[in-house]
Nanobody, 114 residues
Framework: QVQLVESGGGLVQAGGSLRLSCAAS????????MGWYRQAPGKQRELVAR???????TYADSVKGRFTISRDNAKNTVYLQMNSLKPEDTAVYYC????????WGQGTQVTVSS
């Protein structure tokens, strides 16, 4: 079983930056895929970025060029660097890990003011 704990959310002005962290309870080296999703009020949860074990990354079109996902296997942590934030990025951000099942963290709130 994998436990995930997100941190790094907060309130930031448009154009600012935040870095989210997702700490896993065990080694992430063997986890095939980890990702960040977000859910804004009244909207469905959507993929923001995903990274697989070989380092290949995938991004939602809305965040390409602004967000960067990375993983540090030594620290069992996945990061989401978010730059040039926009008000429409406001959401609860969730980390997930895909093994034989899908694990989710509890989420961290990101609020971008205009």
């Amino acid at each position: 079983q994998v436990q995930l704990v997100e941190s790094g959310g907060g309130l930031v002005q448009a154009g600012g930056s935040l870095r989210l962290s997702c700490a896993a309870s065990g080694s992430i080296f063997s986890i095939p895929a980890m990702g960040w999703y977000r859910q804004a009020p009244g909207k469905q949860r959507e993929l923001v970025a995903r990274i697989i074990s070989d380092g290949t990354t995938t991004y939602a079109d809305s965040v390409k060029g602004r967000f960067t996902i990375s993983r540090d296997n030594a620290k069992n942590t996945v990061y989401l660097q978010m730059n040039s934030l926009k008000p429409e990025d406001t959401a609860v951000y969730y980390c997930n890990a895909v093994v034989t099942t899908i694990y989710w963290g509890q989420g961290t709130q990101v609020t971008v003011s205009s």
